[in-house]
């Protein structure tokens, strides 16, 4: 193991960057609300890019701090009061990492939360001891990763339920923690979910909770931009249609790169490139005990009146989604309810061959979801070139994974919609609705080469119209 990883590491050095029972009906409804673009293709970009108004916001208040650059590191910002942007009702549970002496987190302390592979299934079914292996391997690091900061936002209104920062403004009643630790971590966690996140999932206010996990090299102004274009892009979508989409957001950011705020941009770049397969793990670790606890125990206790739950990834953010709710059976005491109704998984930067028994080299942790009912739908497309020599892996999102999808032969572990010729956006989108047939326990993996352009194309207004598709078919708005 030791040997694959160091020889994949040395080859990161050289890279560039018809629906389930029921849902008929309301699918042919939405579709028949949206209305082509009146001026050609619309165009498909990054809205958090550095030409971004969100850029610019925090370019503003970093000048209004009298900086002349944000300082390093770039994921708990917003702990320091360094980012203009606001999620406009929901949580961001922001993680970061350190050594296992300064936050209490012994060899071993994941197994207090989380069973094994092997605790689990004690026959040992084939693969058991490979997914106990990589396993074990993610919780190995020097440096766990553990909850530093939990924001609250009412109206766009924040304030910190749980901070080990100073600058962090604290909300009534709650004190910054003295000195960080995993355990408090998990207790403030828990605890805003009971005080703060049920009663506003009770309330009336909204139509939707929304799991939301953005990827690699995405910093905390980043993912929070991100949540907000790809909600706005879902909303704008469904108001064409009457449907009523109104969030509660609940969202993760995590230190996703190396040197991502160093000034000089060449170490910038590297620190990019070199920390793919340790962000790749610490994605995974992410999900493994704090997302699936979310997933699979947290929100299902905070929404007694099952608010429409989606979960929603995109590239690394996927291993965070999709380990957490693929990893419901390692909770110790067992899972909560029955996962998402629906996980969208937006060109997943993590192999196909998770979802294929006997294939790859990660036991197939996807492959067994006892007891999860969610319908997962993931993008794929020929466009998305963000990997092109990760030879290691056949990423999902990307060509090989979707040459894999298609194969007849994998069709027992996964449905395939898709045509070779490439349409317009619009029409791309409408042909993948037209063409969906997901049911829950197989994966859905969407050839979206028509309406997705580059790794980080998520959050057009094609994307928008396709996920609000997604969610109006399958978790739609109670009445």
């Known amino acids: ?243 009523p989409f109104k969030p509660y957001i609940i969202g993760v950011t995590w230190p996703s790169a190396w040197f991502s705020s160093n000034p000089i941009d060449l170490i910038d770049k590297i620190g990019h490139i070199g920390s793919v397969l340790n962000k790749a793990d610490d994605a995974d670790e992410v999900g493994y005990l704090v997302g699936n606890m979310i997933a699979n125990r947290l929100v299902p206790l905070a929404n007694p009146k099952k608010l429409p739950f989606v979960a929603l990834g995109h590239s690394f953010g996927t291993r965070v989604i999709n380990r957490s709710v693929y990893s419901r059976n390692l909770l110790r005491g067992g899972p909560v309810g029955s996962g998402p109704e629906l996980t969208i998984a937006l060109q997943p930067a993590h192999s196909v061959y998770r979802f294929i028994p006997g294939r790859g080299v990660e036991g197939h942790p996807f492959a067994h979801p006892d007891g999860l009912e969610t319908v997962l739908v993931a993008t794929s497309s020929r466009r998305d070139t963000a990997n092109p020599f990760a030879i290691w892996s056949r990423y999902v999102g990307g060509r090989t994974g979707l040459a894999t999808a298609r194969k007849d032969q994998n069709r027992e572990w996964m449905d395939y919609t898709g045509r070779d010729e490439t349409l317009g956006p619009h029409r791309a989108v409408s042909y993948a609705l037209d063409h969906l047939d997901a049911v829950s326990g197989k994966p859905m993996i969407v050839d979206a080469t028509g309406f997705v352009f580059e790794h980080n194309d998520v959050m057009s207004d094609d994307m928008g119209r396709f996920v609000a598709g997604l969610i109006n078919s399958y978790a739609p708005a109670r009445k």
């Open 1 to 243: 193991m030791r040997i694959y990883r160091l020889a994949v590491f040395a080859l990161a050095g050289f890279m560039a960057f018809g629906p389930a029972a029921g849902a008929t009906d309301k699918l042919t409804e939405f579709k028949s609300g949206i209305q082509p673009p009146q001026n050609g293709d619309q165009a498909h970009h990054d809205l958090c890019d550095s030409n971004s108004p969100s850029v610019q916001d925090n370019q503003l208040l970093m000048r209004e701090l009298g900086l002349k650059r944000f300082p390093s590191p770039a994921y708990n910002r917003l702990a320091k009061g360094m980012i203009a942007d606001t999620i406009e009702d929901g949580i961001i549970v922001a993680m970061e990492k350190d050594y296992r002496k300064h936050i209490e987190a012994k060899k071993g302390f994941h197994s207090r939360y989380l069973r094994s592979f092997a605790e689990t299934d004690p026959a040992g079914a084939d693969g058991t001891s490979t997914r106990d292996r990589f396993f074990q391997s993610t919780f190995s690091h020097p440096k766990p990763l553990y909850v530093s900061h939990i924001y609250d936002y009412q109206g766009r209104n924040a304030c910190a339920w749980h901070s080990i920062y100073g600058e962090s403004r604290m909300c009534a009643g709650r004190k910054r923690t003295s000195k960080p630790t995993f355990s408090a971590g998990i207790e403030a966690l828990e605890g805003i979910f009971e005080s703060r996140v049920k009663p506003a999932l009770t309330s009336g206010r909204y139509t939707h909770v929304m799991y939301m996990a953005m990827g690699w090299h995405n910093d905390q102004q980043v993912s929070i931009c991100r949540y907000n274009a790809i909600s706005e892009a879902i909303a704008t979508a469904s108001k064409t249609t009457n449907r």
